[in-house]
């Protein structure tokens, strides 16, 4: 009867963990995919790859920690029967404060990576007065004032196990959560879009500047993902079940990290995505060329010109020859602005000069005017 009663309650361990283990996968995957591509371009590491290595070896590290929270009741109701009290609450509590700090860490560094790789790119004094400004915000509302908000009480076990008499020196509330959210999103914002408007005020082929407008605009995922969490984490303070409604905050906290490390790693990759992206689409329609292809009616014959007296020569087609041309018809010889177009008539004139001297002939001289 416990049984069943037990299995009756509801578990969003999966919903946690299969999400964000992808995304972590998946943007490890890519950084790894820029860090050999850079190596064999025998590219050297600077100063963003480094924050970027370490903002990935972090986002790894709080996805194992997940595990460990879930194994200890996040994603199930506080008054689930498998969750052994107090035990399995002050683990859960502790792994979920640890996972908090890393988060912090590895969301500051992959936005100083960030600001690494833009200030590295030499832009203009206004727009890289923007990227310190957002560098301070990042500073200020994303590192140090939440840190200190997981390491304001004492003693210092009170930070995590909430059962303990406390005495916090500052007390942070729901100011600080809409201020991080804020500043989350502002520089977001300034990342995606100070490098769009420079890109329309410098020289650069087209499909530079629109592969960079891609990989830019990109970053509006993880903006989209800040808002999400802010949304959540407001919401989460109110609550009595946080093991239950903390599941989606998990969720986005771990989907704003993975999303920023996936981002942040394909400006380096911007070639290689489009050779790819040629590739795949030269492939598609040449497939289905050989496809409409394949639906024709032959035509046995079509292709050949007879005229009385005379066959194909060199059993070529006339469109084969023209295919084969050598260069010097009329077609090859007169440029594109020389080519009449739709609409127009080309009048041929050629004059022809003969010696009274020499029975040759001169090369005919030849003109053409375009009569709309």
Known sequence: MAFAEQQDWPDRTLNILVPTTILCVLSTAVFIWRLVYGIKAKRKLVLCDYLLIIATMLNIVTTGLRYRTCYHGQGRHMADPSIKKPYDVLKYMYFLWIGQILNILAVGLLKYSICALLLSLKFSRIYLTVIWASILMVTAFNMILPLMGCFCTTPFEANWNKTLKEKCFMKFGTGLTYSQGVANCITDVIYVVAPIIYLSSIQLPKRTQWGLRIVFLLGLAATACSIAKTVELSALMKTRDPMWDGTYLSIWSATELSVGVLIASLPPLRKQFDAFF????????????????????????????FTIGSGPKNGRSRFQRDDIDDGDSEKYILDDSAQPSKGEITKTIVNEVRSDDRNSVQVPDRAYNAYC
């Not at 689409?281 to 009616?297: E, F, P, Y």
């Open 278 to 305: 040629r590739h795949v689409l030269s492939s598609m329609v040449t497939r289905s060329k050989a496809q409409a292809s394949g639906n024709d009616i032959p035509l046995y014959n079509a292709s050949q010109q």
